[in-house]
């Protein structure tokens, strides 16, 4: 019994050192991505800065954009709703090295497995979508 769990364990590092080798993504994939990453949250918090700038002057003034502030207002007072917040961003900051970790084991896998086959063609289709996205949703103000 002692021998079959020693000889499973010895697999099991072997086995992690191996795809530890092969899961580490290259330097320039990772640089690739973390940029897109970038570009994509300027995007989006763009939009939404656009989109909050074009409702708030017809909420402004209107008696259910002034019921909405007063329901926002009394919900973030709320202790239990702070409780939750608090909560939710510990869980988020206490996630956030194993997120990091899962999302470098997977661009390590797409390196290894897929951009070999692909690689080229995502690549092409991000270069051409991204005069589409620069007009309808820039990442610059």
Request: proline share 6%; charged share 25%; hydrophobic share 45%.
């Amino acid at each position: 019994m002692k021998l079959a769990f020693a000889l499973i364990l010895a697999l099991q590092v072997s086995e992690c050192v191996w795809a530890q080798q092969w899961l580490q993504p290259d330097k320039e994939l990772v640089d690739k991505y973390e940029g897109l990453k970038a570009v994509f949250f300027k995007r989006i918090i763009n939009a939404w800065e656009k989109t909050k700038a074009a409702i708030e002057p017809t909420l402004e003034g209107s008696p259910t954009g002034d019921q909405a502030k007063e329901i926002f207002e009394e919900l973030r007072k709320r202790p239990r709703v702070e409780s939750a917040v608090k909560i939710i961003g510990g869980l988020a900051s206490d996630l956030e090295p194993m997120v990091n970790h899962a999302r470098m084991v997977l661009l390590g896998a797409y390196g290894h497995f897929l951009r070999p086959y692909v690689g080229e063609y995502l690549d092409r289709a991000i270069t051409n979508i991204k005069p589409v996205l620069d007009t309808v949703l820039p990442h610059e103000g």
